[in-house]
C-alpha cells in the first residue's frame, strides 16, 4: 500500500480520481493524496469538506477477488485501521461510531468512503476513501458535530506519519481479510472502540427515522438491532446513518 502515491495540490475528489486511474491502469495500493477536495464526497451522495492543506484526503485503489457483498466490509477495516492509527501516532482515544466515522469526544475526525465498480465479470477495483481533520484550528460552521485531531490535543500532527501508519495497518489487516472473508479476526477489537453498540440508537433510513436498541455487530459488518417492538433487525452498512439518542453520538 502506497508504495506509489499520486500527489495532487488540488483536485475535485480523491476517490473520483482513484476510479478513473483504476479503470486505466492503477494498480492495487495505489494512493491519491490531495491538499484540498473541491468536490469531495460523503456516503449517500453528501460532501465531505476538504479544507487547503491541514487534513488527510486519500484514496486507494483495490484489486481484490471477492464477492460483491463482500466489498462494503472494507469500509469497517478501513475505518478500523484508521482509529488505531490516530490512537497510536496522536494517543487520542478514539473511537468508532458503526459504520464508518472516526470519533474523538463524541465528535467526527474521519470518515470512509467505499466505491466500487463491478461488471459482468465481477468486481473490476474499489476505491477506498478516507478523509481525516489533522491540524484544522476549526471547523465549517455547517458541521457542528465535526473536530480536527489538533482541537482535540492542542498539538499539531505530521500526516505522513498518520497515513504511514494507517497504510501499514491497513495492508496487514486487507491481507488477513481477503484470506478469512468475513471480520471476526478482529471483530472484538472493534466492538470494544465501538461507540454505539449496547446503546439505543436513532436509524435514519431514507425518509424514516427510528429508534432501536444497538445488540450486535456480525461477523459481516451488519448491526444487529432491536427495535421497540421488541423484533431483530439485521441493518446494512451504506442504506442508513445512525445517530445517538441526544446527539450524533
Ligand atoms: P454520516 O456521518 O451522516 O453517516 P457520511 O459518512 O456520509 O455521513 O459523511 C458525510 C457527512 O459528514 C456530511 O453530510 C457532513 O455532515 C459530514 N462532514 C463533511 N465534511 C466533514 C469533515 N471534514 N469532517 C467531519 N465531518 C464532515
Same mark, same amino acid.
Given at each position: 500500500?502506497?508504495?506509489?502515491?499520486?500527489?495532487?495540490?488540488?483536485?475535485?475528489?480523491?476517490?473520483?480520481?482513484?476510479?478513473?486511474?483504476?479503470?486505466?491502469?492503477?494498480?492495487?495500493?495505489?494512493?491519491?493524496?490531495?491538499?484540498?477536495?473541491?468536490?469531495?464526497?460523503?456516503?449517500?451522495?453528501?460532501?465531505?469538506?476538504?479544507?487547503?492543506?491541514?487534513?488527510?484526503?486519500?484514496?486507494?485503489?483495490?484489486?481484490?477477488?471477492?464477492?460483491?457483498?463482500?466489498?462494503?466490509?472494507?469500509?469497517?477495516?478501513?475505518?478500523?485501521?484508521?482509529?488505531?492509527?490516530?490512537?497510536?501516532?496522536?494517543?487520542?482515544?478514539?473511537?468508532?461510531?458503526?459504520?464508518?466515522?472516526?470519533?474523538?469526544?463524541?465528535?467526527?475526525?474521519?470518515?470512509?468512503?467505499?466505491?466500487?465498480?463491478?461488471?459482468?465479470?465481477?468486481?473490476?477495483?474499489?476505491?477506498?476513501?478516507?478523509?481525516?481533520?489533522?491540524?484544522?484550528?476549526?471547523?465549517?460552521?455547517?458541521?457542528?458535530?465535526?473536530?480536527?485531531?489538533?482541537?482535540?490535543?492542542?498539538?499539531?500532527?505530521?500526516?505522513?506519519?498518520?497515513?504511514?501508519?494507517?497504510?501499514?495497518?491497513?495492508?496487514?489487516? !486487507?491481507?488477513?481479510?481477503?484470506?478469512?472473508?468475513?471480520?471476526?479476526?478482529?471483530?472484538?477489537?472493534?466492538?470494544?472502540?465501538?461507540?454505539?453498540?449496547?446503546?439505543?440508537?436513532?436509524?435514519?433510513?431514507?425518509?424514516?427515522? !427510528?429508534?432501536?436498541?444497538?445488540?450486535?455487530?456480525?461477523?459481516?459488518?451488519?448491526?444487529?438491532?432491536?427495535?421497540?417492538?421488541?423484533?431483530?433487525?439485521?441493518?446494512?452498512?451504506?442504506?442508513?446513518?445512525?445517530?445517538?439518542?441526544?446527539?450524533?453520538?
Amino acid at each position: 500500500m502506497g508504495r506509489v502515491i499520486e500527489y495532487h495540490d488540488e483536485i475535485d475528489s480523491t476517490n473520483i480520481r482513484a476510479k478513473k486511474w483504476a479503470k486505466e491502469n492503477g494498480k492495487e495500493g495505489n494512493v491519491v493524496l490531495a491538499e484540498y477536495q473541491s468536490a469531495g464526497k460523503g456516503r449517500l451522495g453528501r460532501e465531505w469538506l476538504s479544507p487547503k492543506g491541514n487534513g488527510i484526503w486519500m484514496s486507494i485503489i483495490l484489486k481484490p477477488q471477492l464477492e460483491t457483498n463482500k466489498i462494503p466490509q472494507l469500509t469497517l477495516v478501513a475505518g478500523f485501521c484508521m482509529c488505531k492509527a490516530i490512537r497510536s501516532i496522536t494517543g487520542l482515544d478514539a473511537k468508532i461510531k458503526w459504520p464508518n466515522d472516526i470519533i474523538v469526544n463524541n465528535k467526527k475526525v474521519c470518515g470512509v468512503l467505499t466505491e466500487m465498480n463491478i461488471n459482468a465479470q465481477g468486481i473490476q477495483n474499489v476505491v477506498v476513501g478516507v478523509g481525516v481533520n489533522v491540524n484544522n484550528e476549526r471547523l465549517d460552521h455547517r458541521l457542528p458535530h465535526a473536530t480536527s485531531l489538533a482541537l482535540e490535543s492542542g498539538k499539531n500532527y505530521d500526516r505522513e506519519a498518520i497515513i504511514e501508519e494507517f497504510l501499514t495497518v491497513f495492508e496487514e489487516h !486487507y491481507e488477513k481479510y481477503k484470506e478469512k472473508k468475513d471480520l471476526s479476526f478482529f471483530l472484538e477489537a472493534y466492538k470494544a472502540y465501538c461507540v454505539n453498540l449496547n446503546k439505543e440508537i436513532k436509524i435514519l433510513k431514507e425518509n424514516k427515522e !427510528y429508534i432501536a436498541y444497538a445488540e450486535e455487530i456480525g461477523t459481516d459488518g451488519t448491526l444487529i438491532v432491536k427495535n421497540l417492538e421488541g423484533n431483530r433487525e439485521t441493518i446494512f452498512t451504506g442504506e442508513v446513518s445512525v445517530r445517538g439518542l441526544y446527539g450524533y453520538v
